[in-house]
């Protein structure tokens, strides 16, 4: 079969770890240029919030940084799925990966919607279904760590991981519905799929930018770790000794 | 451009606390994530070396 990439070999680790060590700074770069971009556009092109005033430029952290919290989960619990059922090494490595890096944009999407709760509703916190559930997803990837962290031997802690990812990915849907189930503090989505974005082009265009930001710095960061991870587990296999005498 | 000068801009139309405490500590997780799995991976090479003189 020649001229036919053949994928599952990138899915050993060994093969897996140069690849990644490519792929690093070229995320980094895109992710330096777009949060650059991102940030020109929302700080110097995307006029005044003519009801919240200059409060609303917090828009551009708080909805990208909330939207990657949600899909590294999905992602992470999509690694951990297939580490369970095909039982391959990289894939329970990737959700480790991926688990540390969701955690703190979990945290951010509090932390800035905190900051923008108080000018806008006049408190940090309220126990609306939309703020819960979003804790519930940090305290989902607190557990994660937590339990992997607990455990000594990998792939049993890659296995018991796998299945609290799974089971948390019930939060996402809730998460995402809770403005629409639940009609409480938190406003509705300003963008969606279906129809177009309620809110001025350029304000949009910022936090598109933005969020791609942080994609491909989620990206280059997870890659950075998933390379540690891999040398920390395999440290005495033959190929990664071959590595270090190479580099000696 | 909302802005006629650098002290309005830094002044977010009072809303300064909020809008930079937002902002700088997004800046802050992002510089300390990036330094910390650097640091992780340096120390992973390292305990190669480790791993090679246990074995022995």
């Not at chain 1, 330096?32 to 828009?59: C, K, M, N």
């Not at chain 1, 607190?142 to 792939?155: K, N, S, Y």
């Not at chain 1, 796998?162 to 406003?187: D, M």
């Not at chain 1, 265009?205 to 969020?211: F, K, Y």
Request: overall charge positive.
């Amino acid at each position: 079969m020649k001229g036919i990439v053949n994928w599952f070999s990138f899915s050993s680790p060994q093969t897996f770890y140069p690849l990644a060590g490519k792929m690093v700074p070229w995320f980094a770069a895109v992710a330096a240029l777009l949060a650059a971009a991102g940030l020109y556009v929302g700080f110097f092109v995307a006029p005044t919030d003519h009801q919240q005033g200059e409060s609303y430029r917090i828009i551009f952290v708080h909805v990208p940084v909330s939207w990657m919290s949600m899909f590294l989960y999905v992602v992470m619990a999509g690694w951990a799925g297939l580490g369970l059922a095909l039982n391959t090494r990289l894939s329970g490595m990737m959700a480790s990966a991926l688990a540390p890096t969701g955690a703190m944009f979990a945290f951010l999407s509090l932390w800035t919607g905190a900051l923008w709760g108080k000018p806008t509703w006049g408190t940090y916190w309220v126990w609306d279904a939309r703020l819960t559930s979003e804790l519930v997803l940090f305290f989902l990837y607190l557990g994660f760590l937590a339990l992997q962290a607990a455990i000594d031997d990998p792939r049993r802690a890659d296995k018991a991981g796998a299945v609290l990812a799974l089971v948390g990915v019930v939060n996402i849907p809730i998460i995402y519905f809770s403005v629409q189930w639940w009609s409480t503090l938190h406003q509705g989505a300003s963008v969606s799929i279906t129809r177009s974005p309620t809110m001025a082009a350029t304000m949009f265009t910022g936090m598109i930018l933005m969020a791609l930001a942080f994609w491909m710095y989620s990206i280059a960061v997870s890659l950075v770790r998933v390379r540690a991870i891999i040398l920390e587990r395999e440290r005495h296999a033959g190929w990664a000794q071959e590595l270090r005498e190479a580099a000696a | 451009m909302s802005w006629s000068s650098a002290a309005e801009f830094f002044a977010m139309g009072g809303y300064a606390p909020y809008v930079w405490g937002s902002f700088a500590v997004t800046a802050l997780c992002v510089i300390v994530e990036s330094l910390v799995v650097r640091a992780r991976g340096r120390n992973a090479v390292r305990g190669l070396g480790q791993a090679a003189r246990g074995a022995r």
